[in-house]
């Protein structure tokens, strides 16, 4: 079977600040599926307050900037709004998303709702789930993977490349840790 995977973001740049790794070393093997619409938190070091539709343009071009420089084939928003969110309606899209991409392995953003959602994928798709930006959740199922001096540098820049985002000044670790569903 043809390694596909899947990295799900909760929000806009999630993915690009601890989950960018795998996809620079393989990218044609990897597709980005952003969850939330994310256009309510201002833009870093912006004075002024934005219309939201502002806000999410900005993080539309990030995200086409951001793919086009790792040479993505797909990245997707599936615009859900956080205060407003259907939990059936997205576990049924990330379902689907899953199984019409032929996709194996999934990457995504921690949180507890996530969490719940993709241990239940996970247990009706039989595929390896594996979270991302959850540093306080000790586990022995765990991987982390190192990066070279220039995948720092890249990351670094693609964060760099995070016009829209609060805090696009983190520091860069030595490696990426993802936990086993």
């Known amino acids: 079977m043809k390694e596909r995977n899947m990295v799900i973001s909760w929000a806009t740049y999630d993915w690009v600040k601890d989950c960018v790794v795998p996809i620079m070393r393989a ?19 912006c004075q002024i307050e934005l219309c939201e539709d502002a806000l999410y343009a900005q993080r539309a071009h990030d995200l086409y900037k951001i793919g086009t420089e790792l040479k993505l084939p797909k990245l997707h928003n599936l615009m859900f709004n956080e205060d407003d969110l259907d939990i059936d309606k997205l576990t049924a899209n990330i379902q ?12 995504f953003s921690y949180n507890k709702l996530m969490l719940t959602i993709m241990s239940a994928v996970n247990k009706k798709l039989d595929i390896d789930v ?19 001096d220039p995948e720092k540098e890249k990351k670094r820049k693609l964060i760099q490349m995070c016009i829209g985002d609060y805090n696009n000044t983190k520091q860069i670790d030595d490696y990426e840790i993802f936990h086993k569903i």
Do not use: M
Request: glycine share 4%; aromatic share 10%; proline share 2%.
């Open 27 to 45: 990218p044609k093997k990897f597709e980005v599926l952003v969850v939330c619409k994310d256009n309510v938190r201002q833009i870093h070091n």
């Open 130 to 148: 594996y979270s991302f930006d959850n540093g306080s959740w000790d586990s022995l199922k765990h991987h982390a993977l190192g990066l070279t």
């Open 96 to 107: 689907l998303s899953v199984l019409l991409n032929n996709i194996n392995k999934v990457y």
